[in-house]
Structures are given as structure tokens and as C-alpha cells.
């Protein structure tokens, strides 16, 4: 059977140029890749359809070290301008800005500093209405104006850079630094259902993958059916491992598996998924608490983070989802998702202050770049430019 297999497959006729451009057309790029591997240097047309399978795939090493090779002059100028193209690198403050978008526009935040002139009894109201409908939380709003009133500026811009100064010195005591210690370091997502966890995941991995770590995804939610579906597809996009299991499996013995493989196989990160809803609250944080025990099993000073995941959409309401979750288990850090779908920008605020809990991520958006560390100094200014 075995080698009836590897006999039909050395015989299998190569494909043709013809073939081969279709699948190029076709964007079936690893077909192509993977059908010139052997022989893309036989002509210049195998070379150039390679050549260009491999830019599209997005395989820039390769595909430098070819145009290195046979020179440009031999290869697609498209192609080539493709690969030569530098990907637009957006600043962690345009992340945040766009992040804080709907915040910025709804909100008005700038213009309302442009549209007065004066500090006076009615810019004190609407500052006070404006911090209320920001989320930073009544008590907040109401003691920062009084701070302000005393203050006694003449200028509006003066209140401006105060409010800014005040926003910053609240949230610095809200920076953490994502921590990854041991190898493998494991990290465990946790949070109610639709915050964002298994997006979150899927962005972190990414960017620890490109930065050269070995990643390992494990699915623990096995409760939601197409869970372990949606966060394979993470793991494919983030071109890191996944090990999960059936819809209804005991997420103990997925993190097992996963742990085994994470501990003998050299992985220096393990992300966990864990299900945001189960039959009733107590039981789901019955199973954070198990999950938390299994990793302990296989290295006590894990888990090196627990990372809850709450919606910025929601505002305030979060806080008792995170009082929740922290009653169970250690949570480490905060992932802020969804902030670019909201104009509570400014829940942060009250989270940060009530929870003491470090915000560790943001989440800017639905694509495989939008998480950022959480940096309080380019926050406030994305939120006041
Ligand atoms: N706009 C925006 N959408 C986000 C962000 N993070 C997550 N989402 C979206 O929120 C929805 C829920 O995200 P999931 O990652 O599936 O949430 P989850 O916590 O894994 O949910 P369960 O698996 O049901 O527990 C998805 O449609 C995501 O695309 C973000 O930063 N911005
Ligand atoms: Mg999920």
C-alpha cells in the first residue's frame, strides 16, 4: 500500500506551464511551490512562475535569495516590485488613533477644546458631560473638573495638557510588562464569551512568532462547537502548531496533551484557549481553576500569565466581569479588545483604577496586526490628537 503510494507519486507526470499558471491565477501558491521545488531551475519559465509563487505566498526569504541568484533582469518586474515593496508600517500612535477612532469622533474630544474659548461655568459642565459619556466613570469625571476648577486656568489649552498630564499619571500605575517566564512560558486566556480571547490569541501568536519564538496553541475550549475550528484557523494564519481535540472533549486532557507535547518538543511559548461559557458561572470557574492546576502539574511556577480578556464595548460593565474571573483564579493581566468598535475609549480609565490589574493588550481591531501593548503615554495622546 505504502509503496504503491510513493510509486504512483514519482511517476505522476509534472505539470505543465499551463497548469502551473492557472494555479498561479488560481492563488493556489504552495501547489506551484511545492510542484517546482525540484526543478524550477530546468528554464527561465519555471524559474519566473516560481519566482512569483513565492513572492505571493509571502515566502520573502526564498524569494530574495532567488532574485539574488538569477539576477532582476530575468525575472517579473511585477513580481519584483512586489517583493521590493516595503509593507506600510503603521506607529503603535496611528494604531492607537485608528483603535480610538470612534472615541475621537463621536466624542469630539479635540474640537471641544478648539470650540471654547473660555473657561467658564459652561465649559466646566460640558467637560464634566464629556468625561461622563468618555466612560472614565462619574466620580472620576466629577473630581477631575473640581481639580480643574481650582486650578483656576484662564486657558482652554491649559486644560487640555492638565486633563492630558492627569489621564497619563492615572494609567501609568496601569502599565505591565507581558511577562514570559520559563520555557516553555505558558499563557492562559481566560474571559466571558465574545470578548476576544481566541482573536487575541491568534494576534499574540503571531507576533511572537515573528519574533522568533516557538509558539504552541492549545484549544481548552471544547464546550462551543466550532471553537477549536475558528482557532486552528488562527494558529494556520499565524503559521504556528495547534493541538486540540473533539467538540465535548475534557479540556483538562487537551491542555495535557498540549502541555506534553509544549514540555518535550522545545516550545518556548504555549497560548491557551479556554471556553467562555459553560452550563452555569461557578462551573466555568471550576474549570479555569482545573486548568490553572494542570499546568502546575508540569511546572509549578506556571502559568507565567492569565490573561483576561474584556470588551471594551461593554465600558464599566467589564469590571465585574474581571471581579468575577479574579475571584477564581490569578489573573496577571488585562487584554483590552475592541477598543476601535467603541467610544468608551475612556473605560480604561475606571478598569484600570478599580481593578489594579495591569493592562497588558490592546486589541485595535479584527485583523492579525491589531494588538499592541499597552503604552498609557501614546494612548492619551492618540486620544486627545
Ligand atoms: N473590532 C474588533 N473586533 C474584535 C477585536 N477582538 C475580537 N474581535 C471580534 O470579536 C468577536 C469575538 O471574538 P472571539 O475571539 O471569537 O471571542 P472569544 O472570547 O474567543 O469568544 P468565545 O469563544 O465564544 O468564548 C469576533 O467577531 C472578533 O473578530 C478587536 O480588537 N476589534
Ligand atoms: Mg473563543
Known sequence: MVFGFFRRKKTQKPLS???????????????????????????????????????????????????????KENLPPSAVALLMEEPKKESLLEKFKRGLKKT?????????????????????????????????????????????????????????????????????????EFQLQGIPAVVMFVGVNGSG?????????????????????????????????QLKTWADRAGVDFVGDREGADPGAVLYKGLQKAFSENYDVVLVDTAGRLHT???????MQKLVKVVKKFDQSQPSEVLLVLDATIGQNSLNQAKMFASAVDVSGIVLTKLDGTAKGGAIIPICKNLKIPVKFVGVGEGIEDLEPFDPEKFVEAMFE
Open 197 to 229: 480571547k481566541t482573536t487575541s490569541i491568534g494576534k499574540l501568536a503571531y507576533k511572537l512568532k515573528k519574533g522568533g519564538k516557538k509558539v504552541l496553541i492549545v484549544a481548552a475550549d471544547t464546550f462551543r462547537a466550532a471553537a477549536t475550528e
Open 281 to 287: 458561572k461557578e462551573h466555568l470557574l471550576r474549570e
Open 17 to 71: 506551464v499551463g497548469d502551473l499558471r492557472k494555479l498561479l491565477k488560481e492563488g493556489k501558491y504552495k501547489d506551484v511551490i511545492n510542484s517546482l521545488k525540484e526543478r524550477y531551475k530546468e528554464n527561465q519559465e519555471l524559474t519566473q512562475i516560481y519566482f512569483e509563487a513565492l513572492v505571493k505566498a509571502n515566502h520573502i526569504e526564498e524569494a530574495k535569495k532567488l532574485l539574488k541568484e538569477v539576477g
Open 104 to 176: 475621537r469622533q463621536l466624542l469630539k474630544l479635540d474640537s471641544f477644546f478648539k470650540q471654547h474659548k473660555e473657561v467658564d461655568e459652561e465649559f466646566y459642565e460640558q467637560l464634566e458631560e464629556l468625561l461622563i459619556k468618555l466612560d472614565v466613570g462619574v466620580d472620576t469625571a466629577v473630581n477631575l473638573v473640581e481639580e480643574i476648577r481650582e486650578k483656576k486656568f484662564t486657558n482652554v489649552e491649559e486644560v487640555k495638557d492638565f486633563l492630558k498630564k492627569r489621564f497619563k499619571e492615572i494609567l501609568k500605575n496601569c502599565k505591565g
